[in-house]
C-alpha cells in the first residue's frame, strides 16, 4: 500500500498524538507557584488570583501575556478545584463571560479552528471565520486553537487540559509550535514568540471525575509581536476566568460542585 494511503488511516489507530507524545510534562512556570495555595470559592479572591496570575506573567523580560491556562488548584480532603483562563476577540460592548466560555467549550468539542499537527511540529495556518454574534451588541472571534483529533491514551492528560495555541488571522506570518519537554515552543517566522507550558501538579494516577487530571497547561506569548496575528484594530482581546471547585463540609460525605467566571482584564 502506497504511504500516502496508509498514512492517514494509521494516524488515527495510534494510541497517541505524534506531536505531544514528545512534550513529557515538565516544571511549573515560576509564576505558577500561586495555584497550589490558592482556594477561592467566591468572585472576589477568584478575580484576584486570575489577576495576580496574569500580572506576573507580564513581569516577565519579555512583557509576556498570558493567553490560556487550565489547571488544577489546591486540594484537601474537603476542597478540591480548577482554574481557566481563556482569551476571545470582541468587538462592541464588553462580553459576559459565560459566553466566552460557551465559545471555547465548542471549540474544543466541535473541532473548529484547527491546527496542523505534522508529527514534529504543528502549523496554525491562517483562519477566516465569521464573527458571532453574541447578546448585547457584541461580536466574537476566536484567539485560541487547538486540534482535538489523533489523540490517544498515552497523551490522554495533556489532551484533558486542551492545550491551545494562538489563533492566527494574518495571511502572511507563518505560525509555527516545535514540541520539546516541558511543552512547545512558538515561532513567528523566524521569531520567538512564546511557549505552551506542560507539567504535573500534586501528581496522583487518578482524579476526581468532576474535575481533570493533576496537571497543567497554559500559553504565554509576547505581547509586542502577538499583535500582528489578529484580526484587524476594530477588535480587542479579552481575558476570562472560570474557578470549577468541589467542596464538602467534613473529610468525608458527598460533593457539592460550583463554577464562577468573570473577567480577568477591566472593561
Known sequence: MPEDVARSPALIALPASLLYVQVPPGDMPGWSKALLDAAPCNDKTASELARALTANTNKQGERCKLLYLNAPLCRSDSYEAEFRIVSCYVKGAAAESEVIF???DLLMTDGGPATVNRGDDAVVPPIAQRPLDAPGNVQLLP????????????TSGIWQRCPCLPANYADREVLRAVPRPG??????NVHELGKMTY??????????PQLGPPCGVALEIQAERY???????????????????ISREKDWGEWEEHRLCGRCDEP
Do not use: C, K
Open 102 to 104: 460557551r465559545l471555547q
Open 143 to 154: 484567539a485560541l486553537v487547538a486540534d482535538v483529533r489523533d489523540t490517544g491514551y498515552i
Open 183 to 188: 511543552g512547545l515552543d512558538l515561532m513567528l
Open 199 to 208: 507539567w504535573n501538579q500534586q501528581w496522583r494516577p487518578w482524579h476526581r
Open 227 to 245: 499583535s500582528v496575528l489578529g484580526p484587524g484594530a476594530e477588535w480587542r482581546l479579552e481575558r476570562h476566568w472560570e474557578l470549577h471547585w
